[in-house]
């Protein structure tokens, strides 16, 4: 079981209905993750995903509203050690996600995710592959609610 944790910076309400067509842009990682797995792809896709999932966004590459997107903290951890003692091989990701206007890159929210696999067996096996979904999972419940309250006092 992933447990998150996450912020929401928030600069301009999502009301304007031009927010609902987006470019989701790659994610860039900035984890110096020395591994096996590509995590910028792993991320983009997974963000892409959930974005085309949620129903909030239409993706589209000529959107005027960028989606971007950092991989902030990668580490696979390891199930024997979380199991032996909890804390140790910790599964971690951390994740920033933004919605920037293109015309002129104005920030409009910010948005901050981690999740981490902190104790259990082996169960928790491939933590390192659904730890991104978990912080994803964050980003989207923050953009729903960015975009809800905004809808809402805007009535």
Do not use: H
Request: net charge negative.
């Amino acid at each position: 079981m992933a447990v998150g944790e996450s912020v929401v910076l928030v600069k301009e309400d999502g009301s304007d209905k031009e927010y609902t067509l987006i470019t989701v842009q790659p994610c860039v990682d900035r984890t110096e993750y020395d591994g096996t797995a590509d995590i910028g792809n792993m991320g983009t896709e997974k963000l892409q995903e959930k974005v085309r999932d949620s129903g909030l966004f239409e993706i589209s590459e000529s959107a005027e509203i960028l989606l971007t997107c950092d991989i902030e903290r990668f580490i696979e951890g390891s199930a024997l050690k979380r199991w032996i003692m909890p804390g140790w091989g910790s599964t971690q990701g951390a994740v920033s996600v933004m919605l920037v206007r293109k015309d002129g890159y104005k920030i409009l929210a910010n948005f901050k995710s981690q999740a981490s696999v902190d104790a259990g067996g082996f169960y928790t096996l491939g933590a390192e592959e659904y730890i991104l979904d978990s912080a994803f999972n964050e980003i989207i419940k923050q953009l729903r609610d960015w975009f809800d309250k905004s809808t809402n006092n805007a009535l």
